[in-house]
């Protein structure tokens, strides 16, 4: 296990963080994963022991059942908490009052206050804000964080599924206050979605943020299970909730190319979808989620896949987003602007 700066913190987190989603299974979440406790502990356990040290979960998750579970879990397995780097998020409706919901400074000080009580800790390590509220203005938002660091119960902050321009607003405001910055994005990016390449990541790289991968298996499109000719697996989550949204019939042709360079390494699709989000430059930890522990050691086995780089080729070839302007124009004005000594 290779372990990789969290921004420019200093921090060094393993570049395969345990994802949480599946534990619980209350209410909406059912569809993803009900793992109970005694799985759970089995589950945090082996990811520690593969040298994961990064455990990410969300007040949300099972309507905050997940937190629990793994506080539950951390303190039953006697985990060090100076072994461990935990990240939580908040923004997700929590209850039905009127402000049980979006990134006011009360519910972010609400919110940190339960997480921690279901943690069982003292202090969340990372806290992600789990999406965009359209009526909050960011700089309400990056007070109510800046408190919750201030007073010890928040070490770092992230952001997760907003576009680069409203990460850079955030941060230049905290930089203007003198205030706590972003130093990680939380993003879905697999090679059935690389979206985020067009203006997340060179936001991110220019930056210093840390982007954090989710669904890097497409919800369990790219998990080997679906092929053109399987369109329902008959055992996976994407039967019934058929998320995120991908280019199905692109793919497919990533699939047919995976199964063979997957055969070539006799190793799961699954493996080789993680170990291509794994190795991208942009990328420091991508989060990995299981039903079970076979399901787990099959993602930890994607740090140990080494793929030649025409094996590379291929799938970057196939999986390529199409032009967008001004991407296209950009490209096309770059051409002579360097001297030709440097080309």
């Not at 599924?161 to 706590?180: C, D, L």
């Not at 991110?204 to 840390?210: K, Q, R, T, V």
């Not at 699954?270 to 990995?288: C, E, F, G, H, R």
Request: proline share 4%; charged share 20%; aromatic share 6%.
């Amino acid at each position: 296990m290779k372990y990789n700066e969290l921004g420019k913190t200093g921090i060094l987190v393993s570049e395969l963080c345990l994802g949480t989603m599946t534990f619980g299974g209350k209410g909406y979440w059912e569809a993803i994963g009900k793992l109970p406790q005694d799985e759970v502990n089995q589950i945090i356990k082996t990811s520690l022991d593969s040298g994961i040290n990064f455990i990410d979960t969300a007040n949300a998750y099972s309507e905050g059942l997940s937190e629990t579970m793994l506080g539950e879990s951390l303190k039953k397995l006697s985990v060090s908490r100076q072994e461990v780097v935990i990240a939580t998020k908040l923004r997700i409706r929590m209850g039905a009052g009127a402000n049980q919901i979006g990134l006011s400074r009360l519910h972010i000080m609400d919110s940190v206050n339960d997480s921690l009580q279901r943690l069982q800790l003292s202090h969340i390590d990372l806290l992600y804000i789990h999406g965009v509220d359209p009526i909050t203005p960011i700089e309400e938002t990056m007070r109510g964080l800046e408190d919750v660091v201030r007073s010890g119960k928040v070490r770092y902050i992230g952001i997760s599924n907003h576009p680069a321009w409203m990460v850079m607003k955030a941060n230049s405001y905290a930089e203007k206050m003198g205030w706590t910055k972003f130093v990680a994005s939380q993003n879905y990016y697999t090679i059935a979605g690389r979206d985020i390449e067009r203006e997340i990541v060179p936001m991110a790289l220019s930056e210093g943020i840390s982007i954090m991968p989710w669904s890097p298996l497409a919800g369990g499109f790219l998990s080997g299970k679906y092929t053109r000719d399987i369109a329902l697996a008959g055992n996976s989550r994407r039967d019934s909730f058929d998320f995120p949204p991908i280019n199905k019939e692109k793919a497919y042709d990533i699939i047919d190319v995976m199964i063979e360079i997957a055969g070539r390494h006799k190793v799961s699709v699954a493996t080789v979808a993680l170990n291509w989000v794994i190795k991208q430059p942009s990328i420091t930890s991508t989060i990995i989620g299981a039903k079970n522990l076979q399901q787990l050691n099959d993602n930890i086995a994607a740090v140990k896949l080494e793929l030649t780089s025409n094996e590379m080729k291929q799938l970057n070839e196939v999986s390529v987003l199409s032009p967008e302007y001004p991407g296209w124009m950009i490209n096309r004005q770059m051409q002579g602007r360097w001297p030709e000594s440097t080309l």
